[in-house]
């Protein structure tokens, strides 16, 4: 009993002598350190790790809103950013855009040490640009450039047309093929792969015939496609010679898998073909943006496109299959460029100059023209 009463006031007096402690470390007017030493105002500037230059179009005006996003900007704490300058030059054809990040610390700043935010800029190029500039290029304080955006000087110019793709485009022989003049639709024949399919017959015998031939012969049904990687079985059925007679109910056939006859070789072709819109543009012309629909072997394809036609004053070109024609692959949407991998874009316009041209018009049309002109 006097050891647990010992114990117990030992622990009160610790207690205490705790409270006593803190207490004696309390003092009014305590609060968060000081961020500088003394109340001291140090003023500085800070960075940003990324900026980027965009429009919201895929070809820039000059005319056009410029934004221009600074990002992860480090200013030493949320407080202490004081302005963020924008500062503007030229150096040869660039247009140079250099922001300046201002920051000041002092005993009001508010701990925040990893404060980086985004920030976006509105930037109206406007005519004050000189004719030489082609290009805007954002920079950092290392004076590296860190995005860049081509500057264009025109008018876009939108129009609809349609183009006559006749059905001999279909034929694969009669590649390279093209539409009349410009804008066309050009064709060519890229490559063959000769390769063989494999198949075995198959016997067929007939479990109710519900007509008597005079006659009969081996009908050999054929697939109508071939798997390159299986022995396809063909089933050789009989049918009458005359085709207005029923030889044999469709659901009467039965196939004998223990039947087959020796293997046999297919010989065929793959042929690999490229279709392309072309059109001759404006020197240093573009294209804005294009859309197509209803393309059709023997019928008319509807178009919707938009050139940028450049000032006379511009200096900037494309981009561009060439400085004044442009290809684009209708199998994949992409602009016809020099490639390693791919077609050269002077071999493909010397094709379309020496390409034959598909008939334009529908044989509807030139029957009703034939029609009036003997009226």
């Known amino acids: 009993m006097k050891r647990s009463l010992a114990a117990l006031s030992c622990t009160i007096f610790l207690l205490f002598s705790l409270t006593g402690f803190f207490a004696s470390c309390t003092q009014d007017g305590d609060g968060p350190l000081s961020v500088m030493p003394n109340g001291e105002s140090v003023e500085g500037s800070g960075f940003f790790l990324a900026a980027t230059l965009d429009s919201g179009k895929l070809i820039h005006l000059v005319s056009d809103t410029l934004y221009i996003t600074l990002s992860k900007i480090w200013s030493f704490s949320d407080c202490s950013l004081k302005s963020i300058n924008m500062h503007y030059g030229s150096e040869d ?8 990040v201002n920051i000041k610390v002092n005993t009001e700043d508010c701990p925040s040490p990893m404060y980086r935010p985004d920030t976006v800029f509105k930037l ?41 793709i006749d059905s001999s485009f279909n034929d694969v022989t009669a590649l390279p093929l093209r539409t009349k003049d410009s804008p066309s639709i050009l064709r060519v024949l890229d490559s063959l792969t000769p390769q063989k399919f494999y198949w075995r017959t198959l016997r067929a015998k007939c ?24 022995t396809v079985l063909v089933p050789v059925r009989y049918s009458c010679a005359s085709e207005d007679s029923v030889y044999c109910l469709e659901s009467k056939w039965v196939y004998d898998s223990t039947a087959l006859g020796k293997v046999q070789t ?28 209803n393309f059709f072997l023997g019928s008319e394809v509807n178009f919707i496109r ?4 450049p000032d006379e004053s511009e200096m900037a070109c494309g981009p561009s299959s060439k400085k ?16 390693e991998d791919g077609i050269s874009v002077d071999s493909l316009f010397n094709i379309w100059k ?12 030139s029957l009703a023209a034939d029609t009036t002109e003997s009226k």
């Not at 031939?213 to 390159?228: E, F, I």
Request: charged share 25%.
């Open 266 to 293: 297919r010989p065929d072709t793959i042929w690999h073909t490229s279709t392309y819109y072309v059109e001759e543009i404006p020197e240093c012309g573009t294209m804005n943006r294009y859309t197509y629909y």
């Open 354 to 365: 020496s390409a034959t041209v598909a008939p334009d018009t529908l044989l509807v049309d």
């Open 324 to 339: 004044d024609w442009i290809a684009y692959d209708l199998v994949t949407n992409v602009l016809v460029q020099d490639r």
């Open 306 to 309: 938009e050139l940028l036609e």
């Open 93 to 100: 054809s660039l247009f140079v855009i250099s922001p300046e």
């Open 124 to 164: 109206m190029l406007g005519d004050v640009i000189p004719s030489e500039i082609t290009k805007a290029v954002v920079k950092n304080d290392a004076d590296s450039i860190l995005d860049s955006i081509m500057l264009r000087r025109g008018k876009f110019v939108l129009d609809t047309f349609k183009i006559y």
């Open 207 to 230: 479990t109710m015939r519900v007509d008597m031939c005079d006659s009969v012969v081996a009908d050999t049904l054929y697939p109508d496609s071939w798997n390159v990687n299986d």
